[in-house]
């Protein structure tokens, strides 16, 4: 049975609806994603779910035993309180308190800490756990991965798969999205439509849904720019035998005049401007910084950053990543160390907290303080036409920013840089916010920049099809890596593994000397027998363990589950994955150098 049900669900603001006629029905033990593009109302649909807004037509059917848990998209900058006794208020019953010791454990959070004292990624998980309090049957995320660091985002990841309840979420991170969901809600143009399957495959299953409906419209289009050909030629258009076809023809007219049409995609331009830097962009030597001297943030940091590298900096919320870039930019001296900008750098800045734009002022003010015509590339236009470009509509580039929504905003802020990008772009957190077809293009942009880029980001698709290098920062130590962040995991397994290693014991001189000199065919020019043999046979046990996971994931959601034993087998089945895989992928390397 249904955990709960839209039936015909109709809610507008303005003059076209925002969700017309949506229905939908979760079931137990469901991973499901809405998806659509900014403004089509994904996150009024959770709204209406969690019964926060009452729709304007159209029922929403649920049993008044079923628990449903929101967890919405803005974070509280502020709550009184220590983390414990946030979460045993949210419990309601003080004879249960122990459990907001038990959710502090699950969630690993520290339980005597003020709320006010922790990142914005243990904040999310505080409120995570107050909808856990609940012991929901369906839990709401909208946008659970912003802020997040990458471990925080891996760690719910793994949470939600082995979680005894269905969960309904809302996210632009593409590779949550494939680890998580299971289902598919796509809004599009305010219509719902359900796809059972995952991530990639609704992906391919929608790109040629929308070429057979491209192929439609032309026809129609084709058609009616015939029967108007036909009506104009005169009279005979008027006689009975074809008022049939005049009919026919205002109900074409009509069609095409309540059809919506997607919205368009952002026309994103990006080039250096300033004039070429010399071939060191900024260097630094020995530097360390820290608002507490005696527990500097980051210790001992050399860099050397040259014209035309697009590095990616990645590390834990709190581990200095912001620093960085502001050490970088001159806002911050550093206690120990030098450092410098090279000759002729201009660096534009895209900072995370939209801090440079004036919330009072419109769009167009934000952008071209009062001038009509801005000048992008070169080239001159005019300023609607340009804001166009980022999905303004000239009603819309009229409209304070404090009405825009996260996503619009992360837009108007993409439309100022892009005016001066400058020789060196520095992006903190530019992904926040932004639907997936505009990450794609800004993607597309940011691999073809000809200047230099500094960006920050938990989006590890993201950084992986942009960056060219890595910058990670850990207790305060900056390390830098080729690559992405995937080419980073590789690496740090590998170092892992090798310093899982024993180390050789120390042979004395007597031993030495008496010790046979070494075969050229040894261990250390080939894997052992164990070795090889776990690397053959690793293969199918991954496809066992995959076909396993899949079976307990679609056991939890039929009816009537048990899901503590699901749930408990799940973790241990999903534990043995992530490890066969982790043991096959470093075999498989090892055997590769080893042959080199």
């Known amino acids: 049975m249904a955990l709960i049900t839209l039936h015909n669900v ?44 009452e729709p304007d037509a159209g029922e929403v059917l649920k049993d008044a035993a079923v628990r449903v848990a929101y967890l919405p998209q803005d974070v509280p900058e502020d709550r009184p309180g220590t983390v414990r006794e946030i979460l045993a208020a949210a419990l309601h019953d003080p004879t249960r308190a122990h459990v907001a010791d038990a959710l502090c454990t699950r969630l690993s959070l ?7 004292a922790l990142s914005g990624g243990l904040r999310r998980r505080v409120l995570l756990g107050c909808a856990l309090a609940r012991e929901p049957h369906l839990l709401l995320l909208d946008e659970p991965t912003n802020h997040l660091d990458i471990a925080s985002i891996k760690w719910l990841e793994g949470f939600l798969a082995t979680a005894p309840f269905a969960c309904l979420f809302i996210t632009h991170d593409r590779a949550f999205l494939r680890a998580v969901a299971k289902t598919v809600f796509d809004l ?18 929608k790109a040629d849904l ?33 008022e049939g076809r005049v009919a026919a023809l205002m109900r074409l007219r009509q069609e095409f005049a309540e059809r919506r049409t997607q919205t368009g995609t952002a026309a994103l331009t990006l080039g250096a401007e300033g004039g070429r830097t010399g071939d060191i962009v900024y260097q630094c030597q020995g530097v360390t910084f820290g608002h507490d001297p005696a527990h500097p943030i980051l210790r001992d940091v050399t860099l050397r950053i040259l014209r035309g ?47 440079a734009l004036d919330p009072e002022a419109t769009v167009a003010e934000n952008v071209a303080d009062g001038k009509e015509f801005v000048t992008v590339g070169g080239v001159r236009k005019h300023l609607y036409g340009y804001l166009g470009d980022f ?51 800004l993607e597309e942009e940011l691999a073809n920049y000809k200047g230099t880029l500094l960006l920050v980001s938990h989006d590890r698709d993201f950084i992986d099809h942009v ?53 050229r065919d040894n261990a250390a020019t080939r894997l052992s027998y164990k070795e090889q043999r776990l690397l053959a046979t690793l293969p199918d046990e991954i496809d066992r363990l995959e076909a396993e996971v899949a079976a307990l994931n ?20 999903q534990s043995a994955l992530d490890t066969a895989v982790e043991t096959y992928l470093t075999l498989e390397e090892r055997a590769e150098t080893l042959k080199k």
């Not at 006629?21 to 499901?32: D, M, Q, T, V």
């Not at 219509?191 to 990639?200: A, E, F, H, K, R």
């Open 554 to 573: 679609q056991a939890l959601a039929a009816p009537g589950a048990d899901y503590a034993a699901l749930s408990a087998r799940l973790a241990q089945t």
């Open 467 to 519: 960056a060219t290098s890595v910058l990670v920062i850990e207790d305060g130590r900056v390390t830098a890596y080729p690559g992405g962040y995937s080419d980073w995991q590789v690496a740090r397994a590998r170092q892992e593994s090798a310093a899982c290693q024993p180390a050789p014991a120390a042979a004395t001189r007597h031993d030495a000397a008496k010790a046979p000199a070494p075969k």
């Open 309 to 355: 590298e697009r590095i990616g900096i990645l590390g834990a919320n709190g581990a200095g990543k912001t620093t960085l870039l502001n050490l970088i930019l001159g806002r911050l001296v550093p206690q120990a160390g030098t450092q410098r900008l090279g000759a002729n750098v201009k660096p534009a800045f895209f900072d995370q907290l939209r801090d």
């Open 110 to 116: 520290p339980p005597d800490t003020a709320f006010d």
């Open 391 to 441: 999905l303004f509509t000239p009603q819309r580039a009229r409209t304070p920013v404090k009405a825009l929504s996260g996503g619009e905003r992360a837009r108007l802020l993409l439309a100022r840089l892009f005016l001066n990008p400058g020789n060196l772009l520095v992006m903190d957190e530019p992904t926040n916010d932004l639907d997936v077809e505009t990450l794609e293009l």
């Open 188 to 205: 599009d143009r305010g219509v719902l439509s359900g796809w059972d399957c995952d991530y990639p495959t609704f992906l391919r299953r």
């Open 210 to 242: 929308l070429a057979d409906e491209a192929v439609y419209w032309e026809r129609k289009a084709k058609k009616l720019t015939e029967e108007e050909a036909w009506l104009r030629r005169g009279v005979k258009a008027r006689t009975c035998r074809n």
């Open 10 to 53: 109709t809610v507008g603001f303005g003059n076209a609806p925002v969700l017309e006629n949506i229905s939908l029905s979760i079931e137990p033990g469901a991973r499901a994603c809405v998806t659509g593009r900014n403004g089509e109302g994904k996150s009024t649909l959770l709204k209406v779910i969690a019964g926060i807004l």
